[in-house]
DNA sequence: AAGATTACCTGAAGGC
DNA sequence: TGCCTTCAGGTAATCT
């Protein structure tokens, strides 16, 4: 579910709330969307949030132990597709699907609810992480912030890259952010249909995907994500972006654009959403004898 | 070895 | 009503 703009939602309103407040219980239910759950039992009591940042889509609780041993820890939060962050009183209703529970020393609680588990949970001990020394290496390999990379930097990941122009501007690596819904707005704000090459974009239509990527992104967060089906915001509220939606799930209606018939098809094995009146497949190769 | 497919988990929606 | 299939915004592992 969430992609940047929404996770950046989540992020802002954490932001307001939780800086200077100190985790005073944790309590854990299923857990095998965690590392190390005895880590963070072990480790989280006592902690001062210092910070809360985003670093594509993951969510990132910098905090402050009490004890000298490790002095900072940075917990690691991905939402998945239906992963929710909630700051509540403790006793708010219990959501179905949540199964963490930090207590707060304001007398709040910060719940996450994740229905299908493909979240993940996992913290830093002093910038390092496990036995084997991994380090932010999950973080490490990330690609550019697509709302900080200049034009160059963006156009230069795709160069020469033979995959389709979708499975590029999805591919956490190329760029940290995108998913699959502001990935088919991107396209057809450019443009330029989904099964495309990277490496056959023109320069111009390369600007063109910058500007768009960066346009749909901002524009979202402005109406503070997507809800389509889970996602909900810091405080439970959802968010406004799905009614400004040009391509995603609208196949058969009309082309906000040229009036042309929105079509689906299955693009880096996500279904994916354009137009194809403004946005012209490519043409297929003739095969060789 | 890059690019494509499959697996993970639960719930909602549609077909019959 | 109910049973079955398909699909869902995420990545990671496995293939070719």
Known sequence: ?????????????????????????????????????????????????????RHGKFLLLDLESPSAEPRSLCLLIHLGMT????VCPPDA??????????????????????????????????GVNGANGGGDAVLAALGADPLEASEAEFAGRMRGRRARIK?????????????????????????????????NLSGEEMRRLYRA?????AEAIRFRGSSVSDYVDSSGQPGWFQQRHRVYRRAG?????????????????????????????????????
């Open 167 to 199: 499975a590029l501007l999805l591919d956490q690596r190329v760029l940290r952010g995108m998913g699959n819904i502001y990935t088919d707005e991107s396209l057809w704000r450019a443009r330029i249909h989904p099964m495309r090459l990277g490496a």
């Open 213 to 217: 990527v960066r346009d749909v992104l």
């Open 1 to 53: 579910m969430p992609e940047l703009p929404e996770v950046e939602t989540v992020a802002r309103g954490l932001r307001g709330v939780l800086p200077g407040k100190s985790i005073t219980g944790a309590r854990i239910g299923k857990s095998d969307f965690i590392d190390d759950v005895a880590a963070l039992e072990r480790l989280l009591p006592g902690a001062r949030i210092s910070a809360v940042r």
């Open 83 to 86: 992963g929710r962050l909630v």
């Open 93 to 126: 209703p219990i959501a179905p699907h949540t199964h963490v529970f930090f207590a707060l020393d304001d007398g709040s609680e910060l719940r996450y609810t994740d229905i299908r588990r493909f979240g993940k949970m996992r913290l830093l001990v002093d």
């Open 253 to 289: 209606k009309k082309c906000f654009r040229c009036g042309g018939t929105i079509g689906r098809a299955t693009v880096a094995g996500r279904s994916s959403y354009f137009c194809p009146r403004c946005q012209p497949a490519p043409r297929k190769r003739r095969r060789a004898k």
